[in-house]
Structure formats: C-alpha cells, structure tokens
C-alpha cells in the first residue's frame, strides 16, 4: 500500500466515526441558502438551459486541474496523512466549517454514496474528484460564503461542479434530517431559549 491509499484509508476511518454529534445547527443555520439558491433556478434559470454539444472550435481546453492533490490538501489539513496529526485542530476546523468534526463525519458519511457524490471515472480513464472534496467545498460555500470558484486552486474543483454540489449537499440535509431537526420547537425548547438567551443579557 503506498502513500496515498494509506492516507485515503485514515481518512476512511477518521471519517467513519460518529461520537453523536447532531446536524441540528447545520441544516437551522443553512435552510434559508437553499431556498435562495434554488428560488432563481426555478424562475429565470428553467428557461435559459445550456446545451452541451461536446467540443467544439475555439471553446477552452478543460484545465488540467489534479484530483489528487485536492484531496491531499485537504487529508493533511483536517484529517492527517500516514499516521500524522492533521495541520488544524477541532477548534480551528469548526471555526472553518462552522460545524463540530463529528457533524461534519455524519453529513458525509450519509451523503457520500449519493449518485453525483460518488468517485467516477471519465471518458479516458481517469479518476474524478473523491466525495470528500465535494462535501467540503459546499461546506466553506455555506459556512463563509465564498465564491464556488474561490476555493479552486485547493480543491482542485471547476465553479460549476462546486455550485452543484453545494446545491445538492442542502437539499440532501433538508430532505434527510428534517423530520427531526426542522420541526417546531416544544415549549420546553423554546423554555430553553429563553432561559439561554436571558443568560446572555437579551431577556425576552
């Protein structure tokens, strides 16, 4: 097993684990950006459908954009590479993504299997972009608000696929953890607001 597999195996692992976290704050924070992601796809957007034609005289070469080293990148900062401790720790990795590790772990873990999150291999052979990548760049689009092409030069992803999967990732957590993570709060819940938010100095 060489380097990369192993890495890809901790990576496996590490991600695999669940300590419980919920995804209660994830989906409450991010709901509203799907309905303003999808409220223009919807209206302007059915009518305007771009048709592929394959190529073409004079449109660009697809860049040569490295898979792999995306997904290293993003191994060695968060999840640690060949037995070494990742670059950037719990705190710094909620503060990026804006969600616990373990959240994070579950999100993926249920996502990644998903049709257009899955590994493919293209026309000439060649491995695409891993799930992880898909799932992390729609994270940093929703947690910071960046641009779908901001964060290209790391991930190694195009705009398009970045905004597609950020698209797909919130629609996926609305429909897979609404039932119970969307619901009206109970007036013990809501007791609970009160009782945190008065702690805090804003009573009522």
Known sequence: MDGDEAGLSSTASLLAEDDGGVVCAAVRAHVGVLFLIRRPLRSGCANRRRHFCGSNAGHPPNKRRDFAAG????????????????????????????????????????VKNEPFFQQRINATGRLQAHPLQKVVTPFRVIASGETADRADEYVRLSRSTVAQATTLLLEFIVLRWRPTY?????????????ERNAGRGFPG
């Open 71 to 110: 997904l290293f990148n993003i191994q060695r900062d968060y999840f640690g590479v060949n037995a070494v401790a990742p670059i950037y720790d719990d705190r710094a990795f909620e503060t990026r993504f804006r969600v616990p590790r373990s959240v994070f772990r579950r999100v993926y873990q249920a």
């Open 182 to 194: 969307l619901r009206r709060p109970y007036n013990l819940d809501l007791k609970k607001m009160m």
